[in-house]
């Protein structure tokens, strides 16, 4: 694959954050994603946060599995480290990388089927954990690197591009997060910037693993009708007379909306999806007040989104395991390596 390097040269009159960057110094090469996929709209939201926030990018980790919502962290945050894992793998690499090196700010990205199916363990053990990163669902319900099939978040009742029903109940991200016992739960719309970029600082600066489950519509595989998450169907009375794919460019959706109210949100196939934005008044400490306001919301076919929990006392893996203040990467091999005749004491005590 061929990646396109955006321009070094900047306008002078670009804001500069309290470290001296601007915003394009936070972003990545050019996307190679569809026109329009929601995909992009978190990027954007990702450099905004990071930016605001003034990290310095080469203090960053980026982690990330399998599928179009892995690829992301090649459009954010050129100069930060960054590994592209296997699928599902994402969550054993962030906690092996912030065991090692606690000095730097980790970002997680995956996708509803890499978390949710093949890398449903590896999510619930850096729950456990409570690795210290942030931790970005981005949800379109599909597999859109292998056409569209059904992923673990597709609706009930919905159907595939090629029509088939699904007949299996949602896994919630956000309901298993909390049952897990996360302790920062979110979520949020890919087009609603204004509640996204906010959500994002706060996870950077939570102490743990901070979820955010981002709705995220997918605009290549929502031309069918009957997906919950789709748009217009473009090849029906198509004659095919050679193999061959488009994607027709789609226009980003967008929204703003007041906290307390819901908001229907139409897809590019005239479908509509319901977000409810929190109310002021929201006790976001209380994990059963969040699992059951979540549930209430979803049978009234709502996505609930927002700061949906964080625990005011959550300590991070490093507390729990009582680890020194030094990152163990800079720790010199004989303090990391105590010699044979300890690894024998401590072979003696197992035998």
């Not at 990330?64 to 793998?89: D, M, Q, W």
Request: aromatic content about 8%.
């Amino acid at each position: 694959m061929t990646y396109i390097a955006k321009p070094k040269v900047h306008a002078p009159t670009l804001t500069k954050n309290e470290i001296g960057l601007t915003r394009r110094d936070y972003e990545g090469t050019i996307s190679t994603l569809c026109a329009g996929c929601g995909h992009d709209s978190i990027t954007a939201a990702i450099i905004q946060a990071f930016w605001e926030l003034s990290i310095p990018p080469y203090k960053v980790g980026k982690l990330s599995g399998i599928g179009c919502s892995s690829k992301t962290p090649t459009y954010f945050l050129r100069e930060a480290h960054g590994f592209n894992s296997v699928h599902g793998r994402m969550p054993a690499l962030v906690s092996g990388a912030n065991a090692a090196n606690s000095d730097i700010t980790y970002i997680g990205v995956s996708g509803d089927g890499d978390s949710l199916s093949i890398g449903f363990g590896q999510f619930g053990h850096a729950i456990r954990r409570n690795v210290n990163a942030l931790y970005v669902l981005e949800n379109n319900g599909v597999y859109g690197l292998t056409k569209g099939q059904f992923s673990a978040a597709a609706d009930k009742g919905s159907t595939s591009k090629k029509g088939e029903a699904n007949t299996m109940e949602p896994i919630d991200g956000c309901l298993m997060a909390l049952t897990l016992g996360a302790t920062f739960v979110a979520r949020s719309f890919s087009g609603d910037k204004a509640q996204l970029v906010p959500i994002l600082k706060a996870g950077l600066t939570h102490k743990g693993l901070a979820f955010i489950d981002v709705i995220s519509p997918c605009v290549t595989f929502n031309d069918h009708e009957g997906s919950t998450k789709s748009y217009a169907y473009t090849r029906e009375h198509n004659v095919e007379v050679v193999a061959a794919d488009f994607v027709p460019p789609a226009v980003e959706i967008t929204t703003a909306y007041d906290e307390g109210t819901l908001q229907n949100v139409m897809m590019h196939d005239g479908s509509w999806v319901r977000l409810r934005k929190m109310k002021d008044d929201y006790d976001a400490t209380d994990r059963d007040q969040a699992y059951a306001y979540i549930r209430a919301r979803q049978r009234e076919g709502e996505v609930l989104t927002g700061l949906l929990f964080i625990s005011p006392d959550s300590q991070d893996m490093h507390t729990q395991m009582g680890t020194v203040d030094t990152a163990l990467a800079e720790l010199p091999f004989e303090t990391l390596c105590p010699g044979n005749a300890e690894l024998q004491k401590l072979q003696t005590r197992f035998r």
